[in-house]
């Protein structure tokens, strides 16, 4: 079955702890992205990545960093996390400019 | 900077309606747009794919236009079924390195 898959679904942490969050596709994509989705704010893009060894920056990366090391893993590292990084965070995934699927979603709470 | 809105915000319809959902970018050089459906807890699946040389997508009881002259997007749902309740999305992509931005969200509820 194809998907994109995160891991934790659901984290608690506290401040300055630090964490990652993965995601992987079987698609053979070479397009991956992090998104995260807070109330009234919406989705915003975190990093994406074009194809392994190939980031750039979204709308919000501060506090962020990600790796692409193999076509089919895009991480999301979180060095010191804070309270204002606690929301939903989404992986997605494409082939070129085709449709983006989206992971379950992973609930990040840093106290 | 691409900003997208999304009209009605919320929209509450008895089941067999037919109703439309509207969506519109500030900066009208759209590459591909998507219209995506979000469940509560859950993931976003994609609904419709319109690329760049398309105006127009439909999938069963589902259909999406896109004007790129003024930058408008509707998503067309016919004959509404209480299982079509839940968050519809659009996004728009600036170019082919598919940086989408995402709009606000239309909160549909179909009333059985």
């Known amino acids: 079955e194809a998907q994109v898959t995160q891991n934790p679904r659901y984290l608690i942490t506290v401040t300055g702890k630090k964490l990652t969050v993965t995601c992987s596709q079987n698609m053979n994509h070479e397009y991956m992205s992090w998104y995260r989705q807070d109330p009234g704010l919406g989705l915003r893009q975190i990093y994406y990545s074009m194809n392994v060894e190939v980031t750039d920056k979204g709308d919000v990366p501060e506090g962020y960093k990600v790796s692409r090391k193999e076509k089919r893993n895009f991480p999301l590292i979180l060095e010191s996390p804070s309270p204002n990084q606690t929301s939903l965070y989404f992986c997605?995934?494409?082939?070129?400019?085709?449709?983006?699927?989206f992971g379950e979603g992973s609930r990040l709470t840093v106290l | 900077k691409q900003e997208v809105t999304q009209i009605p915000a919320a929209l509450s319809v008895p089941e067999g309606e037919n109703l439309v959902l509207n969506c519109s970018f500030t900066d009208s050089a759209i590459y591909n747009l998507q219209w995506f459906r979000q469940d509560p807890g859950k993931g976003l699946t994609s609904l419709l794919l319109i690329q760049s040389s398309q105006r127009e997508q439909t999938s069963g009881r589902l259909n999406a236009s896109l004007d790129k002259s003024s930058g408008r997007s509707t998503l067309y749902i016919a004959a509404s079924q209480p299982g079509d309740s839940a968050t519809y999305l659009c996004?728009?992509?600036?170019?082919?390195?598919?940086?989408?931005?995402f709009g606000p969200g239309t909160r549909l509820s179909v009333l059985p």
């Open positions: 996004a728009g992509s600036r170019n082919y390195g598919q940086n989408f931005v």
């Open positions: 997605a995934s494409s082939l070129g400019a085709g449709e983006l699927f």
